[in-house]
């Protein structure tokens, strides 16, 4: 029986990798320099937005071993795929409405991460708790973000910095953890040739 192309695991999970890394590096950048123009930041999270949605489906659709980090990224990708078109479109005087989707987005997706990781422990995988305590931490980040507990800007940029360093986290601890990809895996259908067999009473 022919193997499954391991061709989109690794696109997904290594998509998963880059994204959260220059998720990481982007929310410290905004920590440590809190003042870039909204248009600028606007920019920035239309295309990472758009470039996650495409990879979450890709990783969707791609079957990995677990099928625990990518079962919820079919409606989550295209989310993040229609934020990110919007988020282009209006990019001036875009901060509020940035901040509350962003938020509840990285709120859900904490949620739907509470799940994975505890399928992950009746798995039997190890790092289980890893994801769970990020998990944990982004949805907290991104709850505060949502409610915005200040107008100043440079608050609001820095609270924006942490939560998309807390997602990049959660997102490299599940790509690293719980995706799995085995060379010679076997694809889900059998094909079986049924043919009837008439017995003579």
């Given at each position: 029986m022919k193997s499954r192309s391991v061709v989109p695991m690794k696109v997904a999970k290594y998509g998963y990798i880059a994204i959260s890394v220059v998720f990481c590096l982007m929310g410290v950048a905004l920590i440590a320099f809190p003042a870039p123009s909204a248009q600028t930041i606007a920019i920035f999270f239309g295309v990472s937005m758009l470039v996650f949605g495409a990879v979450r489906l890709v990783g969707y659709f791609s079957k990995d071993l677990f099928r625990l980090a990518f079962q919820y990224d079919l409606q989550f990708g295209i989310l993040l795929m229609l934020l990110g078109i919007i988020t282009l479109l209006k990019p001036d005087n875009v901060m509020n409405f940035l901040c509350i989707s962003m938020g509840i987005c990285i709120l859900v997706d904490s949620l739907f991460k509470?799940?994975?990781?505890?399928?992950?422990?009746?798995?039997?995988?190890?790092?289980?708790?890893?994801?769970?305590?990020?998990?944990?931490?982004?949805?907290?980040?991104?709850?505060?973000?949502?409610?915005?507990?200040?107008?100043?800007?440079?608050?609001?940029?820095?609270?924006?910095?942490?939560?998309?360093?807390?997602?990049?986290?959660?997102?490299?601890?599940?790509?690293v953890s719980l995706v799995k990809i085995v060379k010679h895996q076997k694809p889900d259908v059998i094909d079986v040739e049924y043919c009837d067999v008439w017995e003579d009473n």
């Amino acid at each position: 029986m022919k193997s499954r192309s391991v061709v989109p695991m690794k696109v997904a999970k290594y998509g998963y990798i880059a994204i959260s890394v220059v998720f990481c590096l982007m929310g410290v950048a905004l920590i440590a320099f809190p003042a870039p123009s909204a248009q600028t930041i606007a920019i920035f999270f239309g295309v990472s937005m758009l470039v996650f949605g495409a990879v979450r489906l890709v990783g969707y659709f791609s079957k990995d071993l677990f099928r625990l980090a990518f079962q919820y990224d079919l409606q989550f990708g295209i989310l993040l795929m229609l934020l990110g078109i919007i988020t282009l479109l209006k990019p001036d005087n875009v901060m509020n409405f940035l901040c509350i989707s962003m938020g509840i987005c990285i709120l859900v997706d904490s949620l739907f991460k509470v799940g994975t990781a505890m399928d992950a422990r009746r798995f039997g995988i190890r790092q289980w708790w890893l994801t769970m305590v990020m998990a944990i931490v982004a949805g907290a980040a991104g709850l505060l973000l949502a409610f915005r507990p200040s107008e100043a800007v440079e608050v609001i940029v820095t609270l924006l910095g942490i939560s998309l360093l807390c997602e990049g986290i959660l997102n490299l601890s599940v790509a690293v953890s719980l995706v799995k990809i085995v060379k010679h895996q076997k694809p889900d259908v059998i094909d079986v040739e049924y043919c009837d067999v008439w017995e003579d009473n």
